[in-house]
């Protein structure tokens, strides 16, 4: 642990990752207090992002984004890293916003004769 501008930052290691998540006081206490006191990892979502995830103990198989609980984000918004670095969960580095989660862009199909549509 450390502190910064009187702001205690706190180091998780993950289980499965060289680099460890950071994450502001008030913002792990968030987490602890909402149920979630399993180990943290690293999560792929398949689209070529990794996530700090955390599980519910109450919940077998149940993984939640550490960001999504520390900056708590409700259904239909969406957690932004104003650093890019997903591996800072500090409050001043999450930004929630309206918008869907798993929004992604459609792929242009092919054609059979090869043509974009």
């Known amino acids: 642990m450390?502190?910064?501008?009187?702001?205690?930052?706190?180091t998780i290691p993950l289980k499965n990752a060289d680099q460890p998540a950071r994450?502001?006081?008030?913002g792990y206490e968030r987490v602890r207090a909402a149920g979630f006191k399993g180990a943290w990892f690293l999560a792929g979502d398949g689209h070529g992002y990794n996530?700090?995830?955390?599980s519910d103990n109450?919940?077998?198989g149940a993984n939640f984004p550490v960001a999504r609980i520390a900056a708590g984000a409700e259904p239909r918004q969406v957690v932004r890293y104003k650093d890019g670095n997903r591996f800072n969960l500090c409050a001043w580095n999450l930004k929630v916003c309206k918008g869907f989660s798993k929004v992604?862009?459609?792929?242009?199909?092919?054609?059979?004769?090869?043509?974009?549509?």
């Open 104 to 117: 992604r862009k459609a792929k242009p199909t092919t054609t059979n004769t090869g043509e974009t549509a």
């Open 51 to 54: 996530y700090v995830m955390t």
């Open 58 to 60: 109450s919940m077998v």
């Open 23 to 26: 994450i502001d006081r008030a």
């Open 2 to 10: 450390h502190h910064t501008n009187e702001t205690e930052i706190i």
